[in-house]
């Protein structure tokens, strides 16, 4: 019975976040990668994410750059790539392993999400994943290793300039693309592998998707949904840049 709650609890975590967005008719109470922690605290044990304090208050530093961020005048791809470097100093200086966080920050470029409201929705649900963590004692996490998080901004940095000044759908550099390309920069591994095989068919599927309005119609009262789906990496850029 416990496995099973271990393994559905990040599913209902998404569908109160999605009934919360849908009732409130307001994107800004999704924060997807809330799930994503959850998965990794419920169902991966990841001890080390096990930190009350860390895990509400990293994710809502990135939040609080990201909307500040998204409130800088200027194209949209140097926003997010100083939202995506600020993040990566937090989480260095911090010594946090929370390498979804970084959606936090960039999210709000992405989405145009200036509001408060988006932070403390960010800091509700990330305060619901520490409350049901707060009896684990979390390991010491170890430094990260400095030489890589450079080389990774540097390369994403890159990639979101191309991507922004090629015209090409922001939807290419999808805060999810940023976060599994962090941790593999940061955990290493070989530079061919399955899950780099993964990363690539995304980006084309995300590309493709991008690309054709007509392969997700929008739909009247499915704006959560869709808003959603498109936070995760898998919906196309809707709003004009």
Known sequence: MRTA????????????????????????????EAVALGYGLWT?????????????????????????????????????????????????LARSPLIPAVSAAVLPVVFDLRGFGYVLAVAVWCAVLAVSVCRVRAPRTPAWPGGRLAAFVAAAAVWIAAVGLAGLPPLLSA??????????????????????????????????????????????????ASAWCSSSGWRPWCASR
């Open 44 to 92: 991966l044990r990841r001890g080390a994410w096990a930190a009350p304090v860390g895990l509400v208050g990293v994710p809502t530093a990135g939040a609080v750059l990201g909307v500040v961020a998204a409130a800088l005048p200027g194209p949209w791809w140097w926003r997010a790539a100083a939202a995506l470097g600020a993040m990566v100093l937090v989480l260095h």
């Open 175 to 224: 805060p999810p693309l940023l976060v599994a390309g962090l941790e593999f920069a940061a955990r290493g591994g070989p530079p061919v592998s399955w899950s780099a095989a993964r990363r690539i068919a995304l980006m084309g599927v995300a590309g493709w998707s991008a690309r054709s309005p007509r392969a997700f119609p929008a739909r009247r009262g499915s704006r959560a």
């Open 5 to 32: 709650l271990r393994y559905a609890a990040p599913g209902l975590l998404a569908a109160v976040m999605l009934l919360a967005a849908t009732l409130l008719d307001d994107r800004a109470v999704l924060f997807p």
